[in-house]
């Protein structure tokens, strides 16, 4: 079974700063992969990013980077330069890897909600 | 390139009337999936298919829920008899079958009231 973990429901940040938005994952999966989606309040669900569990680096995708600590089973997103567009809720998510027809569905946490202070 | 579509976007229903959604994924993802997400929650997965084949279904998903994938192409998630404990975004994702990296991309959902 997997679990996430997103303790900070809500949280606010000034513009054009750095924010850190918490994850922690439990798995007993030997191979994983983490993603971070922002839901914006259209609803829509938006792929930010992704982190394999046997990769070296951590992911970066323009203005996020993925911080990934394996032996803590953490992978918080950064957002550098916070922007007024980027207030919505974020979730985190986890799914097995595995090179078959298993479904790889996701699994999500309770997501924070990003508020940006003009 | 168009993304993931559903239809309708909003739904109102009363109790024990039957519903059906539609979802049109990516047109190459041979990947389908559904899930149910309500207030302040993350989504939750309901069910899956690979091309026409339902592969996976949660314990989420009730003997009045039913998905068709008919031709690998379009889904239907119908709901039988509706409850309240129905009322929910219903979230519709696609993805292609690759070997390390599944990212889905996630249609604009059905959001169900039921009265």
């Known amino acids: 079974a997997q679990k996430i973990t997103q303790t900070q429901p809500g949280m606010f940040v000034q513009e054009k700063e750095a924010v850190t938005l918490d994850c922690t994952y439990d798995?007993?999966?030997?191979?994983?992969?983490l993603f971070w989606y922002k839901q914006p309040s259209s609803g829509e669900m938006i792929f930010l990013i992704y982190?394999?569990?046997?990769?070296?680096q951590n992911a970066t995708e323009g203005r996020y980077s993925l911080n990934f600590q394996k032996a803590r089973k953490s992978a918080n997103l950064v957002i550098s330069a916070s922007q007024l567009g980027d207030s919505a809720m974020y979730f985190c998510a986890m799914s097995a890897l595995m090179n078959n027809n298993a479904g790889n569905m996701l699994t999500f946490g309770g997501g924070t909600r990003l508020m940006v202070k003009p | 390139d168009t993304g993931v579509s559903q239809d309708p976007r909003h739904k109102i229903t009363k109790r024990g009337q039957n519903v059906t959604f539609r979802c049109d994924p990516i047109s190459e993802h041979n990947r389908l999936y559904w899930y149910r997400q309500t207030l302040g929650q993350g989504p939750e997965f309901l069910t899956y298919?690979?091309?026409?084949?339902?592969?996976?279904k949660s314990r989420l998903l009730s003997d009045r829920f039913s998905a068709e994938r008919p031709k690998g192409s379009f889904s239907t998630l119908e709901i039988q008899r509706t409850e309240q404990g129905d009322s929910a975004m219903y979230l519709c994702?696609?993805?292609?079958?690759?070997?390390?990296?599944?990212?889905?991309?996630f249609g604009p959902g059905t959001r169900l009231t039921v009265t």
């Open positions: 982190q394999g569990s046997y990769d070296q």
């Open positions: 298919f690979q091309n026409e084949a339902q592969l996976e």
């Open positions: 798995t007993s999966d030997p191979s994983y992969g």
């Open positions: 994702a696609s993805s292609l079958d690759r070997v390390i990296v599944y990212e889905q991309y």
